[in-house]
């Protein structure tokens, strides 16, 4: 059973940056896509960017573009998330997700386990 454990969220200043964590279990790590989503308060989940198995392929929301880029490290077993520029609007609870195929997704529906989440929260 894949268990996934998102850290490095919390409060910053519009303008500055986090790295977020996301460390899964089990050794099957390499062989997923893996995506990062968030939820704003009464807002439906988000897509915020997606990853193939390698790292060799990529994908971000246009609402991130420019500012947040995805990586992995499968030695780690560990996919992140490096958002730069941070605004208000990005004020979230994000998720690391899994998926049992290779490639990368934009959808939620196509993933099949989530972590807990972390918040992060940006003052203006």
């Known amino acids: 059973q894949v268990q996934l454990v998102e850290s490095g969220g919390g409060l910053v200043q519009a303008g500055g940056s986090l790295r977020l964590s996301c460390v899964a279990s089990?050794?099957?790590?390499?062989?997923?896509?893996m995506g990062w989503f968030r939820q704003a308060p009464g807002k439906e989940r988000d897509f915020v960017a997606t990853i193939n198995y390698s790292g060799g392929s990529t994908t971000v929301a246009d609402s991130v573009k420019g500012r947040f880029s995805i990586s992995r490290d499968n030695a780690k077993n560990t996919v992140y998330l490096q958002m730069n520029s941070l605004k208000p609007e990005d004020t979230a609870v994000y998720y690391c997700?899994?998926?049992?195929?290779?490639?990368?997704?934009?959808?939620?529906?196509?993933?099949?386990?989530w972590g807990q989440g972390t918040q992060v929260t940006v003052s203006s």
């Open positions: 997700a899994a998926r049992f195929a290779p490639t990368q997704d934009t959808e939620a529906a196509r993933y099949n386990r």
């Open positions: 089990g050794r099957t790590f390499s062989t997923y896509g």
